[in-house]
């Protein structure tokens, strides 16, 4: 191997809802967290567009794959574009160490009523679960920290709470904070910043939501935050994508957090921009999809 490293199968800088990752060990343990993906179900009024399906099928072959090579499986929360569905992927999850966000502990009622729907089917399969909300295991030379919870999004938000993700290799530590959209919470900031990752990856603010004009706003807020972790420079890299890669010209915003990042020796990046693939931000561009399919210009 030639040291560790981070894949990115799917995101919503590439066409679909996600933050599925890999992280592979310098040794070539492979350890996936939220292996789901899914598509917004109405945007401007419209249903998902048949290249967003065709884009969906496609990223979750590649999730498939990348389940079926790793060593363990993490789950942060229980929204549907975090955890797998789809039966051939849960059935790739056979003979994994599988650790979930525990589904009884600071929970809300909507992620425990999935949690349990989805904790049946992995039964179904024999498969069993290591379920906490924060604790530290050793994989060879592989440390996983569960490293709590934080919001998603703003403090007391009724989305409720995902479980944050540090893993520790010889040569590169990963910061995991999942749906805190920014973060808003100013805790949240200073839990991650004490870690001092390598790299970062974080759902970044709603900003297609948000009002960007009110200092009282959580987006404004969030947006505020990002930029001051930036200019701390407590981790070397920073990938930002989800719900920020919602918003229509979102890369006009990601531009000014690059520019930010080179005055503090932060590398900033949506995860199209880290793998180098063809950004698609597809739910962005549905109403010009639908306005556009016949003449093939996303064919």
């Not at 070539?28 to 099928?57: Q, T, V």
């Not at 794959?65 to 849960?90: A, C, M």
């Not at 989800?242 to 590398?267: A, D, I, N, T, W």
Request: aromatic share 8%.
């Amino acid at each position: 191997m030639n040291g560790a490293r981070l894949i990115f199968p799917a995101s919503d800088s590439l066409g679909v809802r996600s933050m599925s990752n890999f992280f592979v060990s310098s040794d070539g343990f492979k350890i996936a967290i939220d292996p789901g993906a899914a598509l917004g179900p109405s945007r401007y009024g419209l249903p998902p567009h048949p290249l967003e399906i065709k884009e969906l099928e496609n990223r979750l072959e590649k999730i498939k794959k990348g389940v079926e090579d790793s060593n363990i499986v993490i789950i942060t929360h229980y929204h549907r574009d975090h955890y797998p569905q789809r039966d051939d992927i849960l059935d790739a999850m056979k003979g994994k160490t599988v650790i979930v966000k525990h589904p009884e502990i600071d929970i809300n009622r909507n992620q425990r009523i999935r949690s349990g729907f989805f904790l049946k089917e992995l039964e179904k399969r024999g498969i069993t679960t290591i379920k906490t909300n924060g604790t530290e295991l050793n994989f060879g030379n592989v440390k996983v920290i569960m490293d709590g919870l934080l919001w998603h999004g703003e403090v007391g938000s009724m989305l409720g709470k995902v479980a944050t993700v540090f893993i520790v290799d010889e040569d590169l530590s990963y910061y995991f904070a999942s749906d805190s959209q920014g973060p808003v919470d100013k805790n949240a900031v200073e839990k991650i910043c004490m870690r001092r990752p390598n790299l970062l990856y974080i759902s970044g603010p709603p900003t297609y939501l948000g009002n960007l004009k009110n200092e009282e706003d959580p987006t404004f807020k969030a947006m505020e935050n990002i930029e001051r972790m930036i200019s701390s420079s407590c981790f070397e890299k920073l990938v930002i994508d989800h719900h920020f890669s919602r918003e229509l010209g979102y890369e006009k915003r990601l531009e000014k957090l690059k520019s930010l990042g080179k005055e503090s020796g932060v590398e900033v990046n949506d995860v199209a921009g880290y793998t180098g693939e063809a950004r698609r931000p597809l739910e962005s561009l549905r109403r010009e999809l639908y306005e556009n399919f016949k003449e093939g210009r996303f064919l």
